[in-house]
């Protein structure tokens, strides 16, 4: 089983949709959870970190699920220019302290 | 400086060369790591450091690839011997190091080995 999973998709919405990404972890003694945005032969950069209260940025919301293990991503009023793949990441322990990253959703935003 | 500078940003070269690859971190981020990244792939941890401590060595594919970094400022990913599944974008990475930053990518290295 992989460390992070994620659905590759595609996920294909139209402007204006909502639309949401899971991702599950397999360690439960994971400790830092981000959302980074990959565009098209960019580096990643950091959308979000989730806290477990969960968190809001703009139309972006991410939450965290202990029990379960797994993180969440919902984008409201979907924008062309988000169309680029979503990475979950973990930091899986304190003592590595390097990101593991899932493989990706791949949105795309449709006019 | 004001982002993750890494050069060079491409880089061809011939199966059984050996090759560095650079990256100079933010000032003052006391963590760096490189991952690799292939065609279509998602990001394969390889080394990672910290201040100080021993590095972390776990991700490095083989004894081909090596990488020194000293103190907090410059780093260096060697590939000896390289072979054409070498071939992907090596991406470094640098944090304040504390458990809730994010960490900055440079926009990587492209190596092709033909």
């Known amino acids: 089983r992989k460390e992070v999973e994620q659905d590759p998709g595609p996920f294909n919405v139209p402007e204006g949709a909502t639309v949401a990404f899971n991702c599950t972890y397999s360690?439960?003694?994971?400790?830092?959870f981000f959302w980074y945005r990959q565009d098209c032969r960019k580096e990643p950069k950091l959308l979000m970190s989730?806290?477990?209260s969960g968190n809001e940025d703009g139309r972006f919301t991410a939450q965290l699920n202990r029990a379960s293990q797994y993180i969440s991503l919902l984008i409201r009023d979907s924008k062309l220019s988000d169309s680029a793949t979503y990475l979950c990441?973990?930091?899986?322990?304190?003592?590595?302290?390097?990101?593991?990253f899932g493989s990706g959703t791949r949105l795309q935003v449709q006019p | 400086g004001a982002g993750v500078s890494q050069s060079p940003s491409n880089k061809v070269t011939e199966k059984g060369k050996d090759v560095e690859l650079r990256c100079d971190p933010i000032?003052?981020?006391?963590?760096l790591y490189w991952y690799r990244q292939r065609l279509g792939q998602g990001l394969e941890f390889l080394i990672y450091?910290?201040?100080?401590?021993?590095?972390?060595k776990s991700g490095l594919p083989s004894d081909r690839f090596s990488a020194e970094r000293t103190g907090e400022s410059v780093s260096t990913l060697t590939i000896q011997r390289t072979q054409q599944e070498d071939s992907a974008v090596y991406l470094c990475?640098?944090?304040?190091?504390?458990?809730?930053?994010?960490?900055?990518f440079g926009s990587g290295t492209r190596l092709t080995v033909v």
């Open positions: 989730v806290y477990s």
């Open positions: 000032s003052g981020h006391t963590a």
């Open positions: 360690n439960s003694a994971s400790q830092s």
């Open positions: 990441v973990v930091i899986l322990d304190t003592g590595r302290r390097a990101l593991t």
């Open positions: 990475a640098s944090s304040l190091g504390g458990a809730d930053y994010g960490y900055t």
């Open positions: 450091f910290q201040g100080n401590s021993a590095p972390d």
